[in-house]
């Protein structure tokens, strides 16, 4: 139970919790005022799109002979904290295990929502550079409406999320609710 928050707490009538581990906890001090409310979208923003579509956006975006390529995708600020080098060197190792086994990589893309060149965060190009992965790592470093997220996050195959200290990954939820599975650590 986390103490230090005790004063407000007591201090208010209702707790109402996102992190179901956090309800937990609370609920056993305060029964009578804490309820456990999940994160949820509005399903007009975030939703599956149809194969054709699909297709035609991963032309438009990673461009022609892409159409059926297998595409990861992260999404968070470029901060040592989010772990960006961390998901790159995982994605090296991944491409290196599918030639190992006699794959083709040609196939494979990593879609990275951030800046490259954030100041909180490392260099990504010389990172992607370093590990000889630049022709399989994509950049979406511009600022985009929800109609463009839902459009990245319905042409990726699954979504990571690996961050230190993440109370929970917003993103997550929305890949999910696109109907794509997530990668994500345990934080407690």
Not at 109 to 134: K, S, W, Y
Request: glycine share 4%; hydrophobic share 35%.
């Amino acid at each position: 139970f986390p103490k230090f928050n005790k004063p407000v707490y007591e201090s208010t009538d209702l707790i109402n919790c996102h992190s179901h581990l956090t309800y937990e906890m609370v609920s056993k001090e305060y029964p009578a005022k804490t309820n456990f409310v999940p994160h949820a979208l509005p399903e007009n923003i975030f939703y599956p799109m149809p194969e054709n579509d699909i297709k035609a956006h991963k032309q438009r975006i990673l461009g022609t002979n892409h159409e059926s390529d297998f595409v990861l995708f992260w999404v968070n600020r470029n901060a040592r904290r989010k772990r960006p080098n961390d998901v790159l060197l995982a994605w090296k190792k991944f491409q290196d295990r599918v030639v190992k086994e006699g794959g083709d990589i040609s196939n494979n893309r990593l879609l990275m929502h951030t800046d490259p060149l954030d100041q909180e965060g490392p260099n990504l190009f010389e990172t992607c550079a370093n590990l000889d992965i630049v022709n399989t790592v994509v950049f979406s470093n511009q600022r985009v409406e929800f109609e463009q997220m839902n459009v990245l996050h319905n042409i990726s195959d699954a979504c990571i999320n690996i961050s230190y200290a993440e109370g929970f990954g917003l993103t997550t939820l929305e890949s999910m609710q696109v109907g794509n599975p997530i990668i994500a650590t345990k934080i407690e």
